[in-house]
């Protein structure tokens, strides 16, 4: 048994052995519905809970989707239904859950909810988003990207804007897998330095600027995501747009980068803020193919927890 909480934990090959398995498992079912189980089944007999401290669309449809493909039973619970950290302890709802199940996906407001459930549980948890990492989502990037464009490791990403959750787990990416990666924030809005600090440990070829046209000229990828995330206040809204108005991808922006390169966004987004129309719906755009391939990417996680 082994969680999947941050890509920092796992070795480059194990992180490839997941992309290779994503890989093959999409082609593999490139003419079956997407309703129909995939051959072998691995995960007939197992039982997997998702828990949602946050409301999640992408999250919920591309994990159950996944599971169902992999032969696996479902439960989906809200951590309202749970009144998880309230009445007994996260360690112990944990070991409960642990009693029912097979595997947990736990989309945690706060991280360290996610590192006490994984702590005390003795079955698989993966980590669905928390205010500091968003792991599946930037493994299924890595495939999107590497569809495209080849290894990771040839090419160059440009993360704008805010510092998040989702630019964490880029740099814990390039840190493990390899590659280039240039981040355009706001001084206010800079990455974690914990995970800068630990990049720079790695010898990660990641640099860090407050100009959205220095981190994107020559990039094969650029990325961005909302102004303000889920785990934001509402009145933090207008001081976030001000601050995040110069790091807005649109074309002028995009003229800096390569000439045929990729847009991603992690979705939902919120058009004309951090993204132009003609930049999310152009040639450049491969946010649904991103959103696709979390259930790919999600499948093969699922049985790296299971050693399958």
Known sequence: MSHFLDLKDFSK?????????????????????????DADKPLKGKAIA?????????????????????????????????????????ADTARVVSRYVDAVMIRAKAHHTLLEFADAATIPVVNGL????????????????????????KTRSAWVGDGNNVCASW????????????????KELMPNPEFLNWAK????????????????????NVITDCWLSMHDADEEKARRNQLLRPYQVN???????????????????????????????????????????????QKA???SCFAK
């Open 50 to 90: 998702l828990i949602f401290e946050r409301p999640s669309t992408r999250t919920r449809f591309s994990f159950e989707m996944g599971i169902r493909q992999l032969g696996g039973e479902v439960f989906t619970v809200s951590g309202a239904e749970m009144q998880l950290g309230r009445g007994e302890t996260i």
């Open 130 to 153: 928390t205010n500091a990492t968003h792991p599946c989502q930037v493994m299924a990037d890595v495939l999107t990207l590497e569809e495209r464009k080849g290894s990771i490791e």
């Open 13 to 37: 090959p194990q992180l490839r052995s997941i992309l290779t398995e994503a890989n093959s498992r999409k082609k593999a079912r490139a003419k079956l519905f997407k309703g129909e189980p």
């Open 201 to 220: 440990q790695k010898q990660a070829d990641i640099e860090v600027t407050h100009s959205a046209q220095e981190a994107v000229k020559g990039a094969d």
């Open 301 to 303: 996680i699922l049985l």
């Open 251 to 297: 074309e002028a922006l995009m003229k800096h980068a390569a000439k045929d390169a990729l847009f991603m966004h992690c979705l939902p987004a919120h058009r004309n803020e951090e993204v132009t129309d003609a930049v999310f719906d152009g040639p450049a755009s491969v946010v649904f193919d991103e959103a696709e391939n979390r259930v790919h990417a």
């Open 171 to 186: 740099i814990e990416a390039v840190g493990i897998l390899g590659g280039a990666l240039r981040i355009a924030s706001p």
